[in-house]
């Protein structure tokens, strides 16, 4: 993080940019490694360095002032540097100017305070809620992370004083809640129940992978299954540790609630020894049944998508495209290159209706995740549409008879499959 915040700092003065430090609790500091915002007052704009499960992020935000397209050279280099970093980078754009106590409010709401308490009892603050731990064995304060151990019971309190015991032992669903909490939430309104939903998910998901393996269970014929459980149970821990920070919070949208009508598929017998006896397991493997068919569903739309979409392509039709590299509304223009956005930026701006049903469809999917090789493909397919469209630089243009080639070949070997 102090190299990273280094860099900003020296690309900003390189810049001549007049700038304030301020740590992540708010305070002043004239140290460059200690920084986790600077702020260019001259110039309208604030970088916010962030460090979230090891993952660091630089997220730039720019005034009413600052304007975004004739600064693409710092900005870029920014994003150069997080990326080097190994980072993230996101650029906002606000219709107010900023202001430094913008920054001190920030640091409050997004960041959890570090816990503290006595030896069987630990808090955690935000500005509208507290997070507190009760133990099961007493904190040891030289251990590191002690009081985010030995849990016996997680409680969320809103500023009235009301309490709400959370009904899991998962410091991450509790934070979430916390958060959710903070911004005028409760449990039981509709975003509560999610995120009570989610943690439920991640609860029996997490029983059923720790029974296949104790007892030994997964083989040739069922390691797939137990491989999609994985993935759904990653996708939810990561959905619920993006609910604790302030950005995953509001982008977050509760689905509507549908009859529990899933399809279902039997897969006891990939199991070679029955031990799901009891009446809660039975109710994991029905679980688990949900999870694959959902699973081959969507891949299955997946491809119909993919196929539908190259099948128009291939027969050469307009695309209706017509597209501008210098449109200030472009994703590239934008510091935001991500797949998701550019299918969806694509969609708005083509004419043919079928094509943008489905850009809009991957655009979706994208954000959603899918595995590694699909997405390179769907990212090709992005890139000879943006070349189609005449979105044309030194780089594609040398490449574009490699790339339509590759991509006809590739979408050809997967919607065969």
Known sequence: METLANEVFNILK????????????????????????FFAYDEDLMVTLRLEDAKQEIVVQAGQGYDVPSNQRILSAIKKSAHKNLGEFTVRKFDKKIAPKDFAHQSVVEGFSKPFGSIKTSYIKMSEARLIIKHSKGVNEEVRGARSRNIHSLFIENSQGEKFKFPHRYMAGA??????????????????????????????????VRHVRSNNLVNENNSEIVETVTNKLKAQKNAIN?????????????????EDTEKSVDISEKFLYNTFTTEELSSLLNKVGKI????????????????????????????G?????????????????????????LATQTTNEDIKVHLESLSGIVKEGV???????????????????????????????????????????????
């Open 321 to 345: 495209l017509v597209l501008n590299e210098n449109d200030p509304e472009h994703p590239m223009n934008l510091i935001n290159t991500d797949t998701s956005t550019m299918l969806s930026f």
């Open 292 to 319: 694959v068919a959902e699973k081959s569903e969507r891949d299955s739309m997946v491809r119909e998508t993919i196929k539908s979409l190259y099948s128009i392509i291939e027969s050469d039709s307009d695309l």
């Open 175 to 208: 934070k979430a809640m916390a958060m959710h909490v903070n911004e005028g939430g409760t449990p039981y309104d509709a975003k509560g129940e999610a995120i009570l939903s989610i943690c439920e998910d991640i609860a029996q998901l997490n029983k059923f």
């Open 371 to 417: 595995d590694d090789k699909t997405l390179a493909l769907i990212e090709q397919m992005v890139n000879y549409l943006n070349l189609k469209g005449g979105e044309v630089s030194e780089k594609t243009s040398e490449n574009r008879t490699s790339l339509e080639e590759d991509v006809i070949a590739e979408v050809r070997r997967k919607i065969s499959q």
């Open 14 to 37: 390189g810049a001549n940019y007049q700038l304030r430090l301020f740590t992540a609790e708010g305070r002043k500091t004239t140290d460059p490694e200690q920084a986790t915002r």
């Open 242 to 258: 993006s609910l604790s920070t302030l950005r995953g919070y509001n982008n977050f949208q509760v689905q509507e609630n549908v």
